[in-house]
T-cell receptor, first 113, second 113 residues
Framework: GDSVTQMEGPVTLSEEAFLTINCTYT??????LFWYVQYPGEGLQLLLK???ADDKGSNKGFEATYRKETTSFHLEKGSVQVSDSAVYFCALSAGDSNYQLIWGAGTKLIIKP | NAGVTQTPKFQVLKTGQSMTLQCAQD?????MYWYRQDPGMGLRLIYYSASEGTTDKGEVPNGYNVSRLNKREFSLRLESAAPSQTSVYFCASNLVGSNQPQHFGDGTRLSIL
């Protein structure tokens, strides 16, 4: 079945460092891919999405490119801020899963000043 | 624009008590979902409703029931609460289709003593 694998956290970085959070997926067909962010004590918010191969989703300085050849959707940001501290979830949606979201386990990001 | 509204935000129950978590969305979405989130774990789907009048089990349905009251509202009921059901519960909704992101409520933090 479809699945999503994220790098384990927590990931701890200093302010202004470069961020990469790895996400790989297994799916038949052509899934859509998403990154969600959950700030402490809050619900999940959509951060960005990509719906076909080679699409790049971007928002708030974060980017992720849909790489079908490597089945990956890694999240990147050039210069992180303390306010980026949160849990990040990678997810996919595909017809084989009845368009339900298949979730990664989440990666906690801690940014130190 | 309210989006997805969950009530209550916090609740403490005793083992064996029952309660209903309420969820309403004002985005005219077809599909609605109930998840639970436990510490250090990702989201696990309890039940979902692909459209008004239909409900289906997700990954962890035992001990729960749901009602899709109308297109806007989707409730989750615990008939006889158990300590293992202590969790944060999230409701989400979206339009049908693989590229449609889910929109989340702020969650209900439920403790079962």
């Amino acid at each position: 079945g479809d699945s999503v694998t994220q790098m384990e956290g927590p990931v701890t970085l200093s302010e202004e460092a470069f961020l990469t959070i790895n996400c790989t997926y297994t799916a038949t067909g052509y899934p859509s891919l998403f990154w969600y962010v959950q700030y402490p004590g809050e619900g999940l918010q959509l951060l960005l999405k990509a719906t076909k191969a080679d699409d790049k989703g971007s928002n708030k300085g974060f980017e992720a490119t849909y790489r079908k050849e490597t089945t990956s959707f890694h999240l990147e940001k050039g210069s992180v801020q303390v306010s980026d501290s949160a849990v990040y979830f990678c997810a996919l949606s595909a017809g084989d899963s009845n368009y339900q979201l298949i979730w990664g386990a989440g990666t906690k990001l801690i940014i130190k000043p | 624009n309210a989006g997805v509204t969950q009530t209550p935000k916090f609740q403490v129950l005793k083992t064996g008590q029952s309660m209903t978590l309420q969820c309403a969305q004002d985005m005219n979405h077809n599909s609605m979902y109930w998840y639970r989130q436990d510490p250090g774990m990702g989201l696990r789907l309890i039940y979902y409703s692909a459209s008004e009048g239909t409900t289906d089990k997700g990954e962890v349905p035992n001990g729960y029931n749901v009602s899709r009251l109308n297109k806007r509202e989707f409730s989750l009921r615990l008939e006889s609460a158990a300590p293992s059901q202590t969790s944060v519960y999230f409701c989400a909704s979206n339009l049908v289709g693989s590229n449609q992101p889910q929109h989340f409520g702020d969650g209900t933090r439920l403790s079962i003593l």
